[in-house]
């Protein structure tokens, strides 16, 4: 909730409805904030800057496996809730991006892996069972080890060191999002981890086209992942600095 508030487009258009109330007694700050609010969400919809900014964020590409790591962790990206297709819950599309790109990870080392993620929104299942569930009966990849408890990075990250601290494991291969690789490997670092970053679905400009400055859901969509990201790693700074 409190997300969901500091984050647009919630907040910029709360900035234009403020203007419309002071628009009366005072018109010009009134229009500065409608233009305002109204102006920050079409900037934020353009695939143009949404791209710019979460490239902006993203690690470079380097092949992980020019360093060794003793295990795998693949972090849950949600759920694809009661999917009538398969008759259960399952994983979602950002998931199965980091699935797929564990899955090769774990071909070209054969290091074992630990798939992690809760179950935040109250799902029949967590996503660490839905993730384990396709490597396992679908693509025939081992998972040695689950983590089901967590709700947030933050607790991925302390909880998979709980586990992997038992079988002396320190040394990871870290998959994730490029875009969420920052705030990923902060945290797990903080936890103890030596991070081998493995990111990966890369924001990858090309050359720009004209429907790059036309308003879209796909632009706002890359706007809002670096805004919670920039978020994210505010708000995790200050729960390690607590810990601390």
Not at 44 to 58: K, N, Q
Not at 135 to 162: C, K
Request: aromatic content about 8%.
């Amino acid at each position: 909730m409190l997300a969901a508030w500091l984050l647009p487009p919630l907040l910029p258009l709360l900035v234009a409805l403020a203007g419309c109330f002071v628009l009366t007694r005072r018109p010009r700050t009134g229009r500065a904030l409608i233009v305002g609010g109204i102006g920050v969400v079409l900037l934020l919809s353009m695939p143009l800057v949404g791209g710019a900014l979460l490239t902006g964020i993203e690690p470079p590409y380097a092949d992980p496996l020019e360093q060794s790591a003793d295990a795998i962790v693949i972090l849950g990206g949600g759920s694809y809730r009661n999917a009538p297709e398969y008759g259960h819950d399952t994983v979602n599309s950002a998931s199965l991006e980091r699935l797929r790109y564990g899955a090769l990870i774990y071909k070209r080392s054969t290091k074992p892996i630990l798939v992690t993620g809760g179950n935040p929104l109250g799902n029949a299942t967590p996503e660490a069972a839905q993730m384990r569930a396709v490597l396992e009966e679908e693509w025939r990849i081992p998972v040695r080890w689950s983590e089901e408890t967590s709700g947030n990075t933050f607790e991925n990250a302390r909880n998979s060191y709980t586990i992997l601290n038992r079988a002396g494991i320190k040394r990871i291969y870290l998959i994730t999002h490029a875009f969420h690789m920052p705030r990923s490997r902060r945290v797990f670092e903080a936890a103890g981890f030596t991070v081998i970053a493995a990111p990966t679905r890369f924001a990858t400009a090309g050359p720009i086209r004209a429907s790059d400055f036309l308003p879209s859901a796909d632009g706002f969509l890359l706007s809002a992942r670096f805004c919670h990201e920039g978020l994210g790693l505010v708000w995790y700074r200050l729960k390690t600095l607590l810990k601390e």
